[in-house]
């Protein structure tokens, strides 16, 4: 079907694209694995072609107040400065209007494979009614109308450029259903012969529950895209009531796939007619390992980097390299939040760092949540704390956390520290996955459809702590490449005693493994950090996945 894989190119569609921290065009974990499927797919000489939004206005930048209120603020930049216009625009009918799209090219090159060009959809273009001009301005904005003109933008111009460019597309791939217009416009260009569209077609989903799929009523859909679709096929494959992105996608593509296998099942129980497929996410490697790992591996294991399964030699590596490369990012993260916050860590004392979008479900809180049992283990074993996450600007779940870990902060001032770095980024993330000691993550199960933060650990000799759900339930192999906190998803356990657990375990093991494990018997602390190296890192990584979809999905 592919033929040519040389001629042919496979074109991946994402609402958001991490690739440079100073190109702010990502809110978190689905804009960063974007961002790493890119630069896996240049090494690994794929022939890719990526489209995403320009998001001058970015997300959003976030201070916070002494009580830990997040006040938002737009986060522009000018891609002017970076990059260069593609030769051609497009056009599509929107709300009435035609809207005129460009786009800014970022080529980026591997040093050792190929080049990934990726188009920034662009509506701010002169002639442009002053409203569409914004369309492009800010990344997951609150408004339904402004949202569904996005993925219009994302999907239906995106598809008109790489045509307007002169690229042949084997293979459309949509990461999340943001992205899923594509196949509409491709439908109409196949003359609504559905079969031809799925064969084009690669769906990823990102979202284990339903409530959380874009939604969004005829009332919007009718007048801003009637003019470019007949309503009624689009009722067809995307919903009588509402259309539901995540439907139409999985309509519309013959290769569908979750992004962990327990994601994958729950996506089954939701769409029980489709045969999903799990192709695990992972990190580019690369990437997210920091220096100091960089000059040991490259040191024992050479090759790793464009190869990382040799991680799996990690055994080849002295005890004392590893706790020394590791100390080196400790400190590093110590400047950097002595930088930000005027606290001085303690580079000695056992370090737990928490970072990600700041959302309800991911109970960022939670450790903080009974005080007294945390202060019993600090009495013993000092403990230190690093949070980071931005919240959405509608999203009060997110904010009240945010506002939690302040409050505690407050109440433990004198007992441990506690600090809370501003705007979270990849930047941020690089320190702060490598600097501490411990990686934390308590989902709510099973909202957590993959999460990736905890293989950037891992390539960094990070332990993982974390609730057994998404990638977590493969990596963890208890004591050995971390730890569990609470019952695996496959047992069978009330609500409650579910919550019972998941705080017992976390206490417990934070007292009678983790902290006398780094305090006390420090060889098999960084036995630990090997197996997080060479049985999580060598396997959660974007080499692997990107071959999966080779395989699997872009050659079908
Ligand atoms: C990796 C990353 C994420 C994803 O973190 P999860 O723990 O997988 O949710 C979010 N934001 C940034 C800036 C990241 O680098």
Known sequence: ??????????????????????????????????GDTIRSSADLSVPMVAVTLVSRKGYLRQKLTASGEQQEFPDEWDPSKLLDLAPK?????????VVKVQAWIYEHKSTIGGTVPIYFLDT???????????????????DDAYRIKQEAVLGVAGTRLLDALGYKISKYHMNEGHAALLAL??????????????????????????????????TLIEPILGREFPVQIIKELGGEDKLNMTQLAFNLSGFQNGVTKAHTKYSMKLFPH????????????????????????????????????LL???????????????????????????????????????????????????????????INRLREVNKKYPLQFVFAGKAHTKDTSGKDAIKEIFWRKEELKDEMKIVYLENYDMDIASKLVSGVDVW???????????????????????????????????????????????PSPEEEVEEAERRKRELDDLYNKLKYIIAPKFYEDKDSWIRLMKGSIGKVAYYFNTHRMMRRYITDAYLG
């Open 1 to 34: 079907m592919v033929g040519s894989l040389t001629s042919n190119k496979i074109a991946y569609f994402s609402m958001e694209i991490g690739i440079r921290n100073d190109m702010h065009t990502y809110s978190g974990g689905l804009g960063v694995l974007a």
């Open 89 to 97: 625009t497009v056009e599509v009918n929107l709300d009435k209007r």
């Open 124 to 142: 701010d273009v002169a002639g442009n009614d002053p409203a569409d001009r914004a369309i492009t301005n800010t990344l997951y904005a609150s």
């Open 185 to 218: 416009e491709l439908l109409q260009r196949y003359e609504y012969d559905v079969d031809k569209v799925r064969r084009r077609c690669v769906f990823t989903t990102h979202t284990p529950i339903e409530a959380a799929f874009d939604k969004w009523p005829y």
């Open 274 to 309: 489709y045969s999903i497929r799990a192709i695990t996410n992972g990190v580019h490697s690369n990437t997210w390992t920091s220096q100091s790992f960089h000059k040991i591996f490259d040191e024992y294991i050479p090759g790793w980097a464009s190869e990382p399964e």
């Open 312 to 370: 799996v030699r990690i055994d080849k590596v002295p005890y004392c390299d590893i706790w020394n490369a590791h100390n080196v990012n400790k400190e590093n993260l110590a400047g950097f939040v002595k930088e930000k916050t005027g606290v001085e860590m303690d580079p000695e004392c056992l370090t737990f760092g928490f970072a990600r979008r700041a959302t309800g479900y991911k109970r960022a809180a939670l450790v903080l949540s009974d």
């Open 440 to 486: 934390l993550n308590t989902p709510f199960p099973p909202m957590e459809a993959s999460g990736t933060s905890g293989m950037k650990a891992a390539h960094n000799g990070v332990v993982n702590f974390s609730v057994l759900d998404g990638w977590w339930i493969e990596g963890c192999i208890e004591g050995v490449t971390g730890w569990g906190i609470g």
